[in-house]
């Protein structure tokens, strides 16, 4: 439809986790870089953000960036899980077949496979996507189990739990002190701030196949208020501005289709003078 009309090969402003689309905010490159570091000292961290922030995205982008020789990433990204099924998922993804449904009988046998993969220099990545879905406390421990496999000079693997803001407020309990005990490093993701939401929209143009000059500043600065910086919002707002623009022929998008936009989806901002 649009993409056409615009001089775009493909969609700019999709909602899937695509790293060719992540833009490197200074807030997201430093996360970006925390992420690196933490796998590379296999540690335990804590990378946090609101709904829309882009979390997802840059654990892909983390995930092209690593030398596939080196490391092996495992992703759980539904943990609605009991303590058993979460030990069974991460052994699945690691291609362990285990009929036990014990789980000393599992984490032994995780622990095998992880050592077997150092010993041959491979490094196990194990990625829990929305991590405030975890359920209960007993599954928190069982990740916490998972810390505990290291030698005297290294940890075995690294592990990276991802969750909205709401994950560092439950792990503040006293509940969970034995696993924050453990978490090496934190970090908080924060919006696109409005200096760099020009950059952010000219990013996902030219990774689309658009060069020139879309959006005008004015059309950018109201993005911005309506979506508070939250790169899905962003998204959201801009798609529906282009549907509109070209529903309507217009080459540029001016604060009146943002403005459109955001109604359509019963978006409020705070424009300040």
Do not use: W
């Not at 405030?132 to 290291?150: A, M, Y």
């Amino acid at each position: 439809m649009y993409k056409e009309f615009y001089g775009l090969s493909e969609r700019p402003f999709t909602k899937t986790p695509d790293p060719r689309f992540l833009y490197l905010s200074r807030n997201h490159e430093e996360a970006l870089a925390r992420l690196q570091y933490a796998v590379e000292e296999r540690e335990l961290i804590l990378l946090t953000g609101e709904i829309g922030c882009g979390k997802t995205t840059l654990t892909r982008a983390l995930m092209d960036n690593l030398d596939e020789n080196r490391y092996r990433v495992v992703t759980i990204i539904n943990p609605v899980l009991t303590p058993g099924q979460f030990l069974r998922a991460v052994a699945k993804r690691l291609d362990i077949e285990i009929p036990s449904i014990y789980k000393a009988d599992l984490l032994d046998a995780i622990y095998e496979k992880v050592f077997s993969c150092h010993e041959s220099g491979l490094v196990i990545v194990l990625i829990i996507d929305e991590a405030q879905l975890i359920p209960s406390r007993e599954t928190f421990e069982e990740i916490r189990l998972l810390t505990n496999f290291q030698l005297d000079y290294t940890n075995l693997l690294s592990l990276i739990l991802v969750g909205q803001t709401d994950l560092r407020k439950r792990l503040n309990h006293k509940a969970y002190l034995p696993l924050k005990q453990r978490i090496g490093l934190y970090f908080h993701l924060d919006p696109i701030s409005e200096r760099e939401i020009k950059d952010y929209v000219e990013h996902r143009l030219k990774t689309s196949g658009r060069q020139d000059i879309l959006f005008t500043d004015e059309a950018l600065r109201l993005l911005h208020c309506f979506s508070g910086g939250v790169p899905r919002l962003i998204n959201s707002i801009a798609t529906s501005a282009l549907l509109d623009g070209f529903a309507k022929e217009a080459g540029i998008v001016d604060t009146a289709l943002i403005e459109d936009a955001a109604r359509e989806l019963n978006l409020h901002g705070h424009i300040e003078d």
